[in-house]
C-alpha cells in the first residue's frame, strides 16, 4: 500500500496518542469515544472554521432508533453516555411534516401517518395501512441486519447484535406492498429519501430505502434546545474519557515519522502522531485543500472534488413568529412534479434557542453545488420566510461558513458494489497504520450509517491497537 511522506523535520518536537482522528464529522466522533472508552489516548483534529460553527448546523436532519433497542439507543449506552444526557434526547411523536403545494403531512406513527394520507387525498385506507405496517417490519428486519453486520470487513457487532432479540422474520429490502403503492405517494417517500440519506445522486439501495422510511414510523427524538446536541454528547464524552481535540486554522501536512503516522501543522513546533491515523473527512475535499496549500496529496487519498453538499442557512426569530401548526422538523417540496432536489427539497429544523424562551434558531439545508452561492442561500431564505408569514424583519440571517477540509456536508456516492448492505474496508496502510471512515459506503443508511461506521471501525482500530 502507498505510505505517507516522512517527516524530515527531526528538530521538531513529537506529541504522541494511540490514535489521531482528522476531522469531527459523527463517525470519527463515535470511533474517538469507543476507543477511549477501551483506555486509549486519542487526539481528535478538527478545522478551526468548522469547530466555530452553530452546533445545530452540522446535526443530523432528525434523530431515529434513539429508544427500544434503536441503532442510536444502543450505541450511546454501549459508550456509556451518562443516564442524565441519555434522558436530554426527549421523544417526539411527530418525526417530521412534509409539505407540499396542496398537502401538510404529519409524519410520525403508522397510524396517524396512515390518517394523515388519507385525508389529504394521496391514499386510500385499503392500500396505505398495509404498506406502512409492511415498511414497519421491514425496517425492523434491516434494523436487526445492521445490529449483526460487521459493517467492516472484519468481525462484527456482536454485543449489540444480541441485544437485538429474536431477529425479525422478513426478507430483506422493501416489501411487496411497496410496488401496489398508489403513483400520488412516490414524491411524499422520495422527499423523505432525500431529506435522510447523505448520497449524493445515487438513489438509496432497497435495504437502505426500506429502513429510512420505515424508521421514521416508529417517532424521532429531540433536545429541548440548540445548546444540546448529539455531536455535543459525543465530544463530552471524548473528553470526560481523556480524550483531547484541537482545532488547525491553517495549512498542514499528513506525515510519517519514526514509523507512526500523523499531522505536521503549518508554522508549529510540533508533530502530531499516532500509532494509527483514522481519516475522517472527504477525501476529496482533503485532496483539493492540499493541492491549494502546495502541500503533497498523499497517493492513498487523492480523489476528485466532491460535486455537492448540503447547503446550510442559520435564521434567528422570536418563537411566536413559527406557525402553530407547524413541526419542529419539516421537509419543503415546492413542485412535486419535477425532481425533488436543490432548491426543491429544503429541510427544516427549529430548535428553541438556550437560555432564551421567546427565541428560536431555524436550521434549512437543501442539497446544492458545492459552488453555490447567494443565490442559493436566497432560495432557501425564502422557502423558510413562506413557511412564516409573519416573520418580516424578525428573521435575522446568521452566517454560516464552508469548510475546507473538515466537511461532514458533503454528499458523496459509492461504488455500487462498496454501497450499503456491502462490507466496506476501513485500513488502507498498514505501515504506518491509516484507516479512512468510508461515509459514502453508508451513506444511504443516513445518520444511523454514520453511527454504524464510527462503532464497528472503533471496535477493529481498537482491537488491531491492542
Not at 477511549?36 to 446535526?59: H, I, N, Q, Y
Not at 432497497?206 to 454528547?233: N, Q, Y
Not at 443516513?446 to 491497537?465: F, M, Q, S, T
Request: aromatic share 4%; charged share 25%.
Amino acid at each position: 500500500m502507498p505510505e505517507l511522506p516522512s517527516s524530515g523535520r527531526s528538530h521538531l518536537r513529537a506529541r504522541r496518542w494511540d490514535a489521531v482522528v482528522l476531522g469531527g464529522a459523527l463517525p470519527g466522533l463515535v470511533t474517538a469515544a469507543h476507543l477511549c472508552l477501551g483506555g486509549k489516548r486519542v487526539l481528535v483534529v478538527e478545522e478551526e472554521r468548522s469547530t466555530r460553527a452553530f452546533d445545530p448546523v452540522r446535526e443530523p436532519f432528525v434523530l431515529t432508533g434513539a429508544a427500544g433497542g434503536g441503532v442510536l439507543g444502543e450505541v450511546l449506552r454501549d459508550l456509556a453516555v451518562p443516564l442524565i444526557d441519555l434522558r436530554r434526547l426527549e421523544p417526539d411523536p411527530i418525526t417530521f411534516q412534509v409539505v407540499m403545494p396542496d398537502a401538510r403531512l404529519d409524519v410520525g406513527a403508522a397510524a396517524r401517518t396512515a390518517e394523515e394520507l388519507v385525508g389529504w387525498g394521496l391514499a386510500k385506507p385499503d392500500t396505505v395501512q398495509p404498506l406502512l405496517r409492511a415498511l414497519q417490519r421491514a425496517a425492523a428486519a434491516e434494523h436487526d441486519a445492521m445490529l449483526a453486520s460487521p459493517v467492516v470487513r472484519t468481525g462484527g457487532l456482536r454485543r449489540l447484535g444480541r441485544s437485538s432479540g429474536t431477529p425479525t422474520r422478513h426478507a430483506r429490502g422493501m416489501p411487496a406492498e411497496a410496488a401496489a403503492a398508489p403513483p400520488e405517494l412516490a414524491p411524499f417517500f422520495e422527499a423523505q429519501l432525500r431529506a435522510l440519506s447523505n448520497l449524493d445522486t445515487m438513489d438509496p439501495g432497497p435495504e437502505a430505502r426500506a429502513r429510512l422510511l420505515g424508521a421514521v414510523l416508529d417517532g424521532a427524538h429531540a433536545f429541548p434546545s440548540s445548546e444540546t446536541t448529539l455531536r455535543g454528547l459525543l465530544r463530552a464524552r471524548v473528553r470526560a474519557l481523556h480524550g483531547e481535540f484541537r482545532a488547525l486554522p491553517g495549512g498542514f501536512e499528513l506525515i510519517s515519522a519514526e514509523g507512526e503516522p500523523g499531522i505536521a501543522p503549518a508554522r508549529s513546533t510540533e508533530l502530531w502522531l499516532g500509532r494509527a491515523l483514522v481519516v475522517n473527512a472527504p477525501f476529496g475535499t482533503l485532496t483539493r485543500f492540499f493541492r491549494a496549500n502546495d502541500a503533497p496529496v498523499p497517493a492513498m487519498l487523492d480523489a476528485a472534488e466532491p460535486r455537492r453538499r448540503r447547503r446550510a442557512m442559520h435564521l434567528h426569530t422570536r418563537a411566536d413568529v413559527v406557525p402553530e401548526g407547524m413541526a419542529r422538523r419539516v421537509i419543503h417540496v415546492a413542485d412535486p412534479a419535477v425532481p425533488i432536489d436543490g432548491a426543491n427539497a429544503i429541510s427544516i429544523s427549529v430548535h428553541p434557542a438556550a437560555g432564551s424562551s421567546d427565541a428560536v434558531d431555524v436550521v434549512a439545508t437543501a442539497a446544492c453545488d458545492i459552488a453555490a452561492g447567494p443565490a442559493a442561500d436566497a432560495a432557501i431564505e425564502a422557502t423558510v420566510r413562506d413557511l412564516m408569514p409573519f416573520s418580516d424583519e424578525r428573521l435575522v440571517s446568521r452566517p454560516v461558513e464552508t469548510p475546507q477540509w473538515d466537511d461532514d456536508a458533503v454528499l458523496e456516492d459509492p461504488p455500487r458494489a462498496a454501497a450499503w448492505p456491502a462490507d466496506v474496508e476501513v485500513r488502507i496502510s498498514s505501515r504506518p497504520p491509516v484507516y479512512a471512515l468510508p461515509r459514502a459506503a453508508v451513506a444511504g443508511l443516513g445518520v444511523e450509517g454514520d453511527i454504524l461506521l464510527g462503532w464497528r471501525a472503533g471496535e477493529r482500530i481498537g482491537a488491531d491497537l491492542g
